[in-house]
């Protein structure tokens, strides 16, 4: 039996089995689902990269940390009047 085939009849299991054997499959596999969450798809490496690279190459539009502070801060001032 293929992985594929395998795949599909958990799923087909999964829609019929009753709550009490959904929770318990679902226990012995949570951590690796969590787990697997946290891993990084292709797009969102793609996308990060770029945000990076747009990042330094317009490094002089960058605000420190104190600049956008005192930034919000008189916009927020300024919001209050």
């Known amino acids: 039996m293929t992985t594929r085939m395998i795949r599909q009849q958990l799923h087909n299991y999964?829609?019929?089995v009753n709550d009490k054997k959904v929770k318990a499959i679902f226990t012995m596999v949570e951590n690796?689902?969590?787990a697997e969450n946290t891993i990084w798809t292709?797009?969102?490496k793609t996308e990060m990269n770029a945000r990076?690279?747009?990042y330094n190459s317009n490094i002089e539009l960058a605000f420190?940390?104190?600049e956008s502070k005192?930034?919000?801060k008189k916009i927020l001032n300024s919001l209050k009047k």
């Open 14 to 16: 999964l829609e019929i």
């Open 32 to 34: 690796e689902i969590k």
């Open 42 to 44: 292709d797009d969102f």
């Open 52 to 54: 990076y690279n747009e």
């Open 64 to 66: 420190s940390e104190k």
């Open 70 to 72: 005192a930034r919000v």
